[in-house]
T-cell receptor, first 110, second 116 residues
Framework: GENVEQHPSTLSVQEGDSAVIKCTYS??????FPWYKQELGKGPQLIIDIRSNVGEKKDQRIAVTLNKTAKHFSLHITETQPEDSAVYFC?????????FGKGTHLIIQP | EAGVAQSPRYKIIEKRQSVAFWCNPI?????LYWYQQILGQGPKLLIQFQNNGVVDDSQLPKDRFSAERLKGVDSTLKIQPAKLEDSAVYLC??????????????FGEGSRLTVL
């Protein structure tokens, strides 16, 4: 099955700065790349996704970029705010649903 | 639109006791999932239903866990008897289409189980 590596495991940034989380995948046939955000005490929520025929997608302060040649995609959050503090996941997609790794714990320092 | 509803939100039991969790998915969502999330880990799929049929239950510890989805809507997940290592948050999710084709999963807030 698909293997995805996510880095870093923990990221601490000052409020207002940018944050970047990267995922590297192995299956060149992969064509759908979602990002889920899990706030404390809640279930994960899809925040942005991208398909393989697109290189970049933006939604206000968040963006996802895809580099198919290098087989990696990244989540970019600009002008970080306290409510961005959460765990972010780039799950793999399979017939049995989504497979989640440990994610990235993003901490926004005041 | 109402989200995925789960109950109870919290449950504390002693080992060897039994517990049941309930999930009501978003109306019209054919696919329902139960995930187990241990503290500090990502969610792990336990079972996936398509309508009232099981698509995948390969990671469900069937000696103690059972799940059903009667009439293809609500679902219950039961643990009997519980072990200490079952302490986790049990997340229910639903989707309009199978996740394997890029369907978005909508998660409930989860049921936190503590086994003493």
């Amino acid at each position: 099955g698909e293997n995805v590596e996510q880095h870093p495991s923990t990221l601490s940034v000052q409020e207002g700065d940018s944050a970047v989380i990267k995922c590297t995948y192995s299956d060149s046939a992969s064509n759908y790349f979602p990002w889920y955000k899990q706030e404390l005490g809640k279930g994960p929520q899809l925040i942005i996704d991208i398909r393989s025929n697109v290189g970049e997608k933006k939604d206000q302060r968040i963006a996802v970029t895809l580099n198919k040649t290098a087989k990696h995609f990244s989540l970019h959050i600009t002008e970080t705010q306290p409510e961005d503090s959460a765990v972010y996941f780039c799950p793999t997609i399979g017939a049995d649903g989504l497979t989640f790794g440990k994610g990235t714990h993003l901490i926004i320092q005041p | 639109e109402a989200g995925v509803a789960q109950s109870p939100r919290y449950k504390i039991i002693e080992k060897r006791q039994s517990v049941a969790f309930w999930c009501n998915p978003i109306s019209g969502h054919a696919t329902l999932y139960w995930y187990q999330q241990i503290l500090g880990q990502g969610p792990k799929l336990l079972i996936q239903f398509q309508n009232n049929g099981v698509v995948d239950d390969s990671q469900l510890p069937k000696d103690r866990f059972s799940a059903e989805r009667l009439k293809g809507v609500d679902s219950t997940l039961k643990i009997q008897p519980a072990k200490l290592e079952d302490s986790a948050v049990y997340l229910c999710a639903s989707s309009l289409e199978l996740a394997g084709v890029g369907g978005e999963l909508f998660f409930g807030e989860g049921s936190r189980l503590t086994v003493l």
